[in-house]
């Protein structure tokens, strides 16, 4: 018997054609970022290490345990989020970044950061360096030398401007420091961002700052006094 080639390979393509695996369409379009994106919203997770209250863009959602992680749906655009201390009250981490859509997430660490300092009689006590800070900086505006002088009539001294910076903990807190957020802890209660150190170079005094994302050590001269604060330390170095 004699076997037409063509028909044979004819077969064969179809054959392969209908064994083919067919394209799971559904399962892109069941992706919840990717509809989160098609929808300009945000799937936002967020988890931390201590128990706080979640706020997102200012609007309240509810409680977030420690070591577990919450989503909230929200519109795009920047994103606000804060995690208020159930335990420390008024330790208060704070998170921004800007997502358009789709998924996202935040993580707080910042249980041991809140734990850290201690109000106490004669301070604001710091277990990590064990220096003991004025809970409350001179209130106005002084220049070195009256800062030097102020923290001396206190019974302390001024800081160096590394034990200055020991102060900044990041966005784990925000506490109010006149009409900026410091990153310092809740128990102070400051009147300005900017605060002289002991430290000097050369003719200049050296100014730290506690309300940027990093500590701002900046060199001034010592008759300077717009914006800046005494904190004091205790005379125990």
Known sequence: ????????????????AVAAPARNVSAQEDDPCEAAVKAGQVLLTVQAD??????VNGEPQGSLSANQEK???VAGGRQVVQCASVKFPGAI??????IEGGCGSVTFEVGALWGRFNAQKNGVQDAETGLTWAQSDNGKDVDWNGAK??????????????????????????????E?????????????RFFWSSSTFEDQAIVVGLAGTRPAVQSTKPAMAKDVRALCVSAAK
């Open 50 to 55: 201590a128990d706080c209250k979640l706020t």
């Open 93 to 98: 981490a704070k998170d921004e970044q800007l």
């Open 71 to 73: 989503t909230v749906k």
């Open 149 to 178: 002088q102020y923290c001396s009539e206190k019974g302390g001294r001024l800081p160096t401007q590394e034990e200055l910076r020991t102060l900044h903990l990041g966005d784990a807190l925000n506490t109010p420091c006149g």
């Open 180 to 192: 900026f957020p410091c990153k310092v802890s809740q128990h102070f209660k400051l009147t300005g």
């Open 1 to 16: 018997m004699k076997l037409d080639w063509r028909a044979a390979v004819s077969s064969a393509v179809v054959f392969l």
